[in-house]
């Protein structure tokens, strides 16, 4: 955890527009503009790149992957360089579970695979690159997005440690719980049989 050093006033402030800025459904807003259709309507009705993926779009689907990313970074950098460590902590917090957790869509939101991809890169790079590593080779080797967001979850708290990052061990450490409980319908697939390969209309 880092020093707590900003107002308590300034770090509601900070929270608060982490969440809108996660809360923000690109998915849904990117497969409204090209046509795709409503994403609750399709495949899984996850509004995250991998369900817009299954709309056959690919370049929808790696802007949705690119935005969801960056509202996690946007987040994080904008209260570091304005408040502190602490406030960008909270901000990347913030801004998680506004992507899973939308106020504007009943609270119904993604799974914050790409925002917590895009967090980790702007809180300390070298671990968001190594947990982007995992999941791609994971991707590519399994063909099942669920497995590579939660070996990248897993395997990001001890990143933190490894590369000299202990300060953002507790956020990556939480962050990865909730990555597990917005994926437990996906392991209970997984041990199934039955989790849909990456491209796979559910």
């Known amino acids: ?25 690109f998915g849904m807003v990117l497969a409204r503009v090209m ?3 409503n994403l609750r309507e399709i495949g899984s009705g996850n509004i995250g790149a991998t369900n817009v993926l299954r709309t056959g779009n690919k370049t ?8 969801d990313g960056g509202k996690g970074a946007v987040a994080v ?3 570091r360089a304005m408040a502190g460590e ?10 998680f579970v506004g992507h899973c957790y939308p106020v504007w869509l009943g609270f119904r939101g993604g799974k914050g695979v790409a925002t917590f991809l895009g967090i980790l890169l702007a809180l300390a790079w070298p671990v968001g690159l190594a947990s982007c590593a995992i999941w791609l080779v994971t991707a590519l080797v399994t063909r099942v997005s669920s497995k590579a967001a939660i070996m990248a979850a897993a395997l990001s708290t001890g990143w933190m440690v490894v590369l000299g990052y202990s300060a953002g061990m507790m956020l990556a450490f939480v962050l990865s719980l909730l990555i597990f409980w917005r994926h437990r319908s996906n392991i209970a697939r997984i041990k199934a049989g039955t989790e849909p390969r990456i491209g796979q209309k559910e």
């Open 1 to 25: 955890m880092p020093l707590i050093e900003t107002t308590t006033t300034l770090l509601l402030l900070w929270a608060v527009i982490g969440y809108l800025l996660g809360s923000i459904p």
């Open 35 to 37: 046509g795709l259709g």
């Open 60 to 67: 929808a689907a790696a802007l949705t992957l690119l935005l």
């Open 77 to 79: 950098l904008l209260a």
């Open 86 to 95: 602490d406030a960008a902590q909270l901000a990347a917090l913030a801004s």
